[in-house]
């Protein structure tokens, strides 16, 4: 009777434990891949990866990202712009701002802000500013759509400048400010 | 004493059977009283009413209208705009469609290229297709009643909707270009007005 009792036990917690376990969610982030060599877990990490996919409420990463994302400098390379200031105002009216850093990520975790879907954008930095054409349903990752090469389902990666030049890419960045994207020119 | 005990336990147990046997043959036929007879006379009419009028929502007013506001307010590529959603909504900054009449393959690029008369076309059917009895219903009903419709219903809240509130109520400018299309008499004006929502 004990041992039956036991049994059951640990087929309950077994139980409970696999309900909890997203094989959709493990393969998404599986699917992401390990960390560039030379650039450690933290602010400088997967430029142009889809943040909210980890830094969302599923995990694994213990931070959690409202709206996470990276700017480039042009459409075609994959060079991260530093100092540009990401305006975001929810249906609410509420606003948040977020800079980027040297790799061109900004983030606002779910602590600081948790907007009210749909969001309007505008990027900006100096005399140039671009506003997003559509808004964002409900996706927190901006690189979720974002992605490379623009194609049916992608307006490619986001870029201050709609056409490329030959900006220098950011100095003293203690990682290469130069994503390996797939699709990127 | 102890063949006479064996007895009637053998005797109790065909007794039961018996009894399951006929429950199950009661259950059968209770289920086969409920199925109902193939009726030949009853049919289904598709097609123009005797009038001339068909049911179906008119696509050259969808394409006035009502497609710039779904491309605008929901088709985003976080949204409407995926392939698997029920409602699939082409636009030109989100999801683009699949090129079946050439050579199958994905000819407009998101963000780029101008919304083509196949993915208007496309959207049409969708949101037709959406639920085709309850929009023949509607039809059927001179687009009286449009709040039957998920259309209308979801993006006023009156049921569950992930992307959340869209529409304010029916004075809505995208609610009046909608209902307005399911009657026949697009309100050109709404519809303008709706794009002009952020």
Known sequence: MKATFTLLCFGAALLAI???????????????????????????????????????????????????????????????????????????????????????????????????????????????????????????????????????????????????????????????????????? | MKISRESARASEAIDVRRVAASACVLGFLAIAACVSVPDKDRQTYVGPLANGQTLAPDFTLYK??????????????????????????????????????????????SGKDLESDDEKRQNFLSVVGLEPEVMTQVMSNGGADPQKLLLLKKPLLYEGHKGGQVMVDISDPGYKCLASWLQGALDQDACDKSLLVR
Not at chain 2, 74 to 88: E, I, K, M, V, Y
Request: with cysteine.
């Open chain 2, 64 to 109: 006035s209208g009502p497609d710039a506001y779904l491309g605008k307010r929901c088709s985003t590529l976080d949204c409407h705009g995926q392939l698997g959603r029920g409602l699939r909504i082409f636009s030109p900054q989100g999801l683009r469609a699949f090129d079946a009449s050439g050579a199958g393959y994905f000819p407009l690029t």
């Open chain 1, 18 to 185: 696999g309900s909890c376990a997203d094989p959709v969610h493990d393969l998404q982030v599986k699917a992401l891949g390990g960390e560039a060599p030379n650039i450690p877990a933290g602010d400088y990490h997967r430029a142009g990866q889809p943040c909210t996919t980890c830094h969302g409420q599923y995990g694994p990463a213990t931070k959690q990202f409202a709206i996470g994302g990276t700017i480039f400098h042009g459409p075609d390379k994959a060079i991260g712009e530093e100092g540009v200031r990401v305006e975001m105002i929810d249906a609410t009216g509420s606003q948040r701002n977020a800079t980027t850093n040297c790799v061109g990520n900004f983030f606002v975790p779910t602590s600081d802000w948790d907007p009210a879907y749909p969001v309007l954008v505008m990027i900006r930095k100096g005399a140039i500013g671009r506003t997003m054409n559509s808004h964002i349903g409900r996706e927190g990752s901006c690189n979720q759509c974002h992605k490379d090469p623009p194609s049916f389902d992608s307006p490619g990666h986001i870029s201050l400048v709609p056409n490329e030049d030959n900006a220098p890419p950011p100095q003293d960045c203690p990682v290469s400010p130069v994503a390996s994207l797939p699709g990127a020119r």
